[in-house]
């Protein structure tokens, strides 16, 4: 291996953990600020907001795990010898496509979004989608430099520019809606003022990423550079080719609570229920959003990091298998403790987040998605390192289609608690479907031990925390967001305790796969230079 390219090893394996880091702080962001913005605005003000975000989801995904993604590849596929001039004919033509997307993205919500509001059976929400609109214009811009960072490993500005949008939105969510409600503004102008307000997070994320543009010295990445209409249809082709599978690929999430959108409020209402009551019952069954994007944070956000190192080195099948199967093991291994301890807790986790126990029942099946999400999401990322990006839609276009089916079946027949199961069912279809193709391209799972293993931690610990509940509520009466919050946090110190405890006792990680995780080894490295000034 020459210099260059240990180097160019280095810095991946240094960018998958910048990314791992900032990927976390931002879902940690995404789920949580969603907490209090349900206490400001109540369970309806949250059916409005969660009605419409899947398309606001789509604009935030695309800037992030989307088309830069895209354009990366693309600027090292088309790339030769850091020819930078040949890597701004790359980034011109990906620039005009990305401004040809998003504008018709912007034309088709802004000028669609009365019909699209009608279809979900609240023509109300149409403000909200027009604002939505607004968010695809800056898209091109954050996309472009964003991959083209990435596509030199340099994940610096892209994950800063990441976890500052999400901040920056956040923050303006809050306030925006706190100062709506206290002046009487209706929940719809509150919902639509949230999401203005947010818009600011995708213009302080361009102002991040010029400042990095600008002190790295590098030339205008949006001028028009001359180019031939051979290359220009061969970069378009790529770029349309990953359009449909990773940006495709990436939305599962979205998609599924799009389907949500379109199809559980208009059922609910078909089926007999009042306007306000049927929003009010959507919101509640939202709650379920929070907790599904806390649950797969860190088994997605650890399991990706892995895949970097399978997509660089796709032509050695052993080291592949190898990363693979510890994609799985970390998938499980977060994911299983992950659902169990939630559904065990849900009551009281409830309480604590959103001040009543209202949909607990709806939220402890809707929460067994958690781990099959995760699976399918891990699944799907490692077919992408893989070459087999095309796989993964076919997966999603099926929890789609399950998705739409069920609910359409079963909300007339068991309202949210159908919606709750549909979903369930959906992320189940991807992530086995995933797997299967997985092993179809000879990467099997053989670590059944470690398996049986984590499966036996996970629900040894869910006992152990149900009984512990079971003494607490003896002992103490739990009827109020304190005492709630009091039993989350010992329940959680428990579950985390034995769980494991029973994992390090059994060894289900061997030292060569925790070596592996790029996060691991920038751990080993910090404590060996804390060990080395203790010595001095």
Known sequence: ?????????????QGAFILTIAALITKILSAVYRVPFQNIVGDVGFYIYQQVYP????AIILATSGFPVMISKIISEHSHNNDQ?????????????????????FILLFFGSTALAQYMGDQHLSVLLKVISLSFLTLPFVSLLRGYFQSKHDMRPFALSQVVEQFIRVVSILIVSYLFTQNGYNL????????????????TALFVLLIFWKKNSLKNPFRSIPFTFHEAGVILKRLLVYSAT??????????????DSFSLYSLLTESGMREVRAKEIKGIYDRGQPLLQLGTIVATSIALSIVPAIAQAKEKIQFVQEKVALAYKICFALGVPATLGIVAIIGPLNMVLFTDLKGTDVLSIYCLSILLSSIAITTAAILQGVDDAELPVISIIAGILMKWGLNHT????????????????????????????IQRSHYRFREYKSMMIIFTAAFFMFGCVKAFMFIFDIFVQVTNRWTSMIEVLLSVIIGVFVYVIIIIKSKAFQNKELLALPFYQKVLRKEGQLWERLRL
């Open 1 to 13: 291996m020459n210099v260059q390219q240990k180097k160019t090893n280095v810095l991946m394996l």
């Open 55 to 58: 398309f606001y989801g789509v």
């Open 85 to 105: 001039e040949h890597e701004y004919k790359v980034l011109s033509i990906s620039f005009f496509f990305l401004i040809g997307t998003a504008f018709l993205f």
């Open 188 to 203: 719809y102008l509150t919902g639509a003022g949230a999401i203005f307000g947010s818009l600011l997070g995708n213009m």
């Open 246 to 259: 990773i940006c495709f690929s990436s939305l599962l999430l979205i998609w599924l609570q799009m389907v």
């Open 410 to 437: 079963l909300i007339p027949l068991l309202g949210t608690m159908g919606a709750a199961i549909s979903t369930v069912f959906a992320y189940g279809v991807v992530a086995l479907l995933n797997i299967s193709f």
